[in-house]
């Protein structure tokens, strides 16, 4: 009979590395928990969270169909009966055969309510389920706890045991720890799996999460010298497919039964503080052409009334140091023999895989990475503690629109659009000068999963026509007076973005279109989940037809994510993850420019100056102004600027 695994936490960086080991097991199937208001929801969730994985996706293709491996449920661990309706977890009981619970809240430090929340209440719910399935077809019940519900005890920790007398160093070790326990009072067949800290994959360094040990490296490739700790002290880190692929062996070994497995590496073989740093050093300096200082260690205890004072404060890197702490003492060694029993030898050496760990995160600037599509990761920043400043440059005039201006702009446009009856798949039209107004617009859309479709604005209303009736365009906005002046040869409904008021009347002006007749509004678009997953279109591009027709190409929301992703990783890394101006002057439908100064910013560790210039002309005056970071010319290879010409950018020439 095939094997039918049911796996929590499988959006999560973890669970779908275990998902994936799973899948690839003959005569398995999953039965996945997801969270979501509806089944559609849920799927899409998965959709995008799985997105980066050929093998989840190919399965996912084929959910609906006879020869499918995979089974959604739309629920949620903390809710009773799992949020499943009674004829779901009927058939969830009747039929699972293994439990892998992997779900977790991972924020070191949140309150121990609301860590509980998922770590104890949602485990005392699936041991619930469990308890159940048992009189039917049910073998084991895996749990994913971690190594730190030793808390505070030093000296070896023995796999089997469980302790928590000297109380713990976090919230969340608390709450596994009490996690844990639960399953070990039930009365089920249970295996205990303790990872240490988990990163990214051995041979390709994939990660979504930089957690707290890519935390130090990346304050110490910006630039950081102290280190509040010892330089022996031993780092306890493991790549995610070990431990993944562990969680699949140990689940569906029979004889797993009741034994906890510390997934970590030998103690004699971890890196301690000094040798990981060394060899950052060494790497940063062959890689990325960073001569990083020589570090410093002064353990805490000889200036802790100091470096408490430090630790504790809420900004950069005292913040990080702090969260560091319960990880910089490892003055404890996890005994693995159960481990070894049922996975051998441990194959790995940090020192081979830490280079792939570096490539990846520092590609990605050590931003974490998420489900989110190019439009939601602008609102996301928006609220992050990295600052984002707007500039229209009109007439010579810089006129600053801050973030939180900027956001509301956009709920304005959100509500605009709705009033108008655009929802997905719906094609709108843009063209017009670049502007702020623009990009709340493509945000907009974006949020709303509709398709943008940005044209030329020199282009002549005829061949504007015939771009809104291939595309099938709903509404058009226009953002300039030669447009707006030609309105009326527009076959569909117009509204104006450009500054200037004095429009036809037959046009929907700006602020018209932001004040719409309805009871209905949307007040915070970071509320906003698009109603998209990755494959589907996000936006198509014409051609300028200076060789024949114009020509639209569509673009799928995965393929803006991973241009802008690439585009925000070119510049060096110090001029990526320091203060980055941008400045927006070829028009906005424009491939490039649409990605390079609509998108990419948004994926780079920095504060932002994004500057659109309305007038191409005043380009040569505006240049030594902003100085741009960043800078997009048409040629055919990318230089670094002469400090005569505009200052210490770089061209990302098309």
Same mark, same amino acid.
Request: include cysteine.
């Given at each position: 009979?095939?094997?039918?695994?049911?796996?929590?936490?499988?959006?999560?960086?973890?669970?779908?590395?275990?998902?994936?080991?799973?899948?690839?097991?003959?005569?398995?199937?999953?039965?996945?928990?997801?969270?979501?208001?509806?089944?559609?929801?849920?799927?899409?969730?998965?959709?995008?969270?799985?997105?980066?994985?050929?093998?989840?996706?190919?399965?996912?293709?084929?959910?609906?169909?006879?020869?499918?491996?995979?089974?959604?449920?739309?629920?949620?661990?903390?809710?009773?009966?799992?949020?499943?309706?009674?004829?779901?977890?009927?058939?969830?009981?009747?039929?699972?055969?293994?439990?892998?619970?992997?779900?977790?809240?991972?924020?070191?430090?949140?309150?121990?309510?609301?860590?509980?929340?998922?770590?104890?209440?949602?485990?005392?719910?699936?041991?619930?389920?469990?308890?159940?399935?048992?009189?039917?077809?049910?073998?084991?019940?895996?749990?994913?706890?971690?190594?730190?519900?030793?808390?505070?005890?030093?000296?070896?920790?023995?796999?089997?045991?469980?302790?928590?007398?000297?109380?713990?160093?976090?919230?969340?070790?608390?709450?596994?720890?009490?996690?844990?326990?639960?399953?070990?009072?039930?009365?089920?067949?249970?295996?205990?799996?303790?990872?240490?800290?988990?990163?990214?994959?051995?041979?390709?360094?994939?990660?979504?999460?930089?957690?707290?040990?890519?935390?130090?490296?990346?304050?110490?490739?910006?630039?950081?010298?102290?280190?509040?700790?010892?330089?022996?002290?031993?780092?306890?880190?493991?790549?995610?497919?070990?431990?993944?692929?562990?969680?699949?062996?140990?689940?569906?070994?029979?004889?797993?039964?009741?034994?906890?497995?510390?997934?970590?590496?030998?103690?004699?073989?971890?890196?301690?503080?000094?040798?990981?740093?060394?060899?950052?050093?060494?790497?940063?300096?062959?890689?990325?052409?960073?001569?990083?200082?020589?570090?410093?260690?002064?353990?805490?205890?000889?200036?802790?009334?100091?470096?408490?004072?430090?630790?504790?404060?809420?900004?950069?890197?005292?913040?990080?140091?702090?969260?560091?702490?319960?990880?910089?003492?490892?003055?404890?060694?996890?005994?693995?023999?159960?481990?070894?029993?049922?996975?051998?030898?441990?194959?790995?050496?940090?020192?081979?895989?830490?280079?792939?760990?570096?490539?990846?995160?520092?590609?990605?600037? @050590?931003?974490?990475?998420?489900?989110?599509?190019?439009?939601?990761?602008?609102?996301?920043?928006?609220?992050?503690?990295?600052?984002?400043?707007?500039?229209?440059?009109?007439?010579?005039?810089?006129?600053?629109?801050?973030?939180?201006?900027?956001?509301?702009?956009?709920?304005?446009?959100?509500?605009?659009?709705?009033?108008?009856?655009?929802?997905?798949?719906?094609?709108?039209?843009?063209?017009?000068?670049?502007?702020?107004?623009?990009?709340?617009?493509?945000?907009?859309?974006?949020?709303?999963?509709?398709?943008?479709?940005?044209?030329?604005?020199?282009?002549?209303?005829?061949?504007?026509?015939?771009?809104?009736?291939?595309?099938?365009?709903?509404?058009?906005?226009?953002?300039?007076?030669?447009?707006?002046?030609?309105?009326?040869?527009?076959?569909?409904?117009?509204?104006?973005?450009?500054?200037?008021?004095?429009?036809?009347?037959?046009?929907?002006?700006?602020?018209?279109?932001?004040?719409?007749?309805?009871?209905?509004?949307?007040?915070?678009?970071?509320?906003?989940?698009?109603?998209?997953? @990755?494959?589907?279109?996000?936006?198509?591009?014409?051609?300028?037809?200076?060789?024949?027709?114009?020509?639209?190409?569509?673009?799928?929301?995965?393929?803006?994510?991973?241009?802008?992703?690439?585009?925000?990783?070119?510049?060096?890394?110090?001029?990526?993850?320091?203060?980055?101006?941008?400045?927006?002057?070829?028009?906005?439908?424009?491939?490039?420019?649409?990605?390079?100064?609509?998108?990419?910013?948004?994926?780079?560790?920095?504060?932002?100056?994004?500057?659109?210039?309305?007038?191409?002309?005043?380009?040569?005056?505006?240049?030594?102004?902003?100085?741009?970071?960043?800078?997009?010319?048409?040629?055919?290879?990318?230089?670094?600027?002469?400090?005569?010409?505009?200052?210490?950018?770089?061209?990302?020439?098309?």
């Amino acid at each position: 009979m095939k094997d039918r695994i049911f796996l929590t936490g499988a959006t999560g960086f973890l669970g779908t590395q275990i998902a994936e080991s799973l899948i690839k097991q003959p005569d398995i199937s999953l039965i996945l928990l997801v969270r979501g208001n509806n089944y559609d929801e849920a799927l899409k969730h998965l959709s995008r969270s799985w997105w980066e994985s050929e093998t989840l996706m190919n399965e996912l293709k084929r959910i609906d169909t006879p020869h499918s491996k995979i089974m959604i449920m739309q629920g949620d661990v903390t809710q009773e009966l799992l949020g499943l309706d009674q004829e779901n977890f009927r058939y969830l009981v009747e039929n699972v055969t293994h439990v892998v619970h992997a779900a977790a809240d991972l924020r070191l430090n949140s309150s121990i309510e609301n860590l509980r929340r998922i770590n104890l209440q949602g485990t005392e719910n699936m041991i619930s389920m469990a308890l159940k399935a048992k009189n039917y077809l049910l073998k084991k019940f895996s749990h994913i706890s971690t190594a730190y519900v030793a808390g505070k005890r030093k000296g070896l920790i023995e796999e089997d045991s469980l302790s928590g007398k000297l109380g713990f160093k976090t919230n969340y070790e608390q709450s596994k720890f009490e996690a844990e326990e639960a399953v070990r009072k039930a009365d089920l067949p249970f295996v205990i799996l303790r990872p240490g800290m988990i990163v990214g994959d051995s041979t390709t360094g994939y990660i979504k999460t930089f957690n707290t040990i890519y935390s130090l490296i990346r304050l110490y490739m910006n630039g950081l010298q102290l280190f509040p700790v010892s330089k022996n002290l031993k780092i306890n880190m493991v790549p995610v497919d070990y431990v993944a692929d562990a969680v699949c062996t140990i689940t569906l070994n029979e004889d797993s039964t009741s034994k906890t497995f510390h997934l970590t590496g030998p103690y004699q073989d971890s890196p301690t503080v000094q040798e990981l740093v060394s060899l950052v050093k060494k790497w940063a300096s062959e890689n990325l052409d960073l001569n990083l200082p020589k570090p410093l260690y002064i353990p805490l205890s000889p200036m802790l009334h100091i470096a408490d004072r430090v630790l504790n404060t809420d900004h950069g890197v005292g913040r990080v140091l702090h969260e560091l702490k319960p990880y910089m003492k490892e003055d404890r060694i996890f005994d693995t023999k159960n481990t070894e029993l049922f996975m051998g030898e441990y194959p790995l050496n940090w020192a081979d895989y830490l280079p792939k760990l570096l490539e990846f995160a520092a590609y990605y600037g @050590f931003f974490h990475r998420s489900s989110r599509t190019v439009h939601e990761q602008i609102i996301y920043r928006l609220n992050r503690s990295l600052p984002v400043n707007y500039y229209d440059i009109v007439d010579g005039n810089y006129i600053k629109l801050t973030a939180p201006n900027f956001k509301e702009q956009v709920s304005k446009v959100l509500n605009g659009l709705s009033a108008m009856g655009i929802t997905k798949g719906d094609r709108v039209a843009i063209a017009g000068f670049n502007s702020t107004r623009y990009l709340s617009l493509d945000v907009a859309i974006g949020l709303l999963g509709a398709v943008n479709v940005p044209i030329y604005y020199t282009s002549p209303v005829d061949e504007i026509n015939e771009i809104l009736e291939d595309c099938d365009a709903s509404i058009i906005f226009l953002g300039t007076p030669e447009l707006l002046s030609s309105s009326n040869k527009i076959n569909i409904p117009v509204v104006s973005f450009y500054r200037d008021s004095d429009i036809h009347s037959k046009i929907v002006s700006w602020s018209e279109f932001l004040n719409p007749e309805t009871d209905v509004f949307i007040k915070d678009p970071a509320e906003i989940i698009a109603s998209v997953d @990755f494959n589907d279109t996000a936006t198509i591009r014409y051609t300028s037809g200076t060789t024949g027709k114009p020509a639209g190409v569509r673009f799928s929301h995965g393929n803006l994510r991973w241009m802008a992703e690439f585009i925000a990783s070119i510049p060096p890394w110090s001029d990526r993850t320091s203060n980055i101006k941008y400045l927006s002057f070829l028009p906005m439908n424009h491939v490039v420019e649409g990605i390079l100064g609509t998108y990419s910013p948004y994926y780079a560790p920095a504060s932002l100056e994004l500057y659109f210039l309305e007038n191409f002309h005043e380009l040569e005056s505006a240049l030594p102004q902003v100085r741009p970071t960043i800078f997009s010319l048409f040629q055919g290879s990318m230089k670094k600027f002469g400090p005569n010409f505009v200052g210490n950018g770089w061209e990302i020439c098309t």
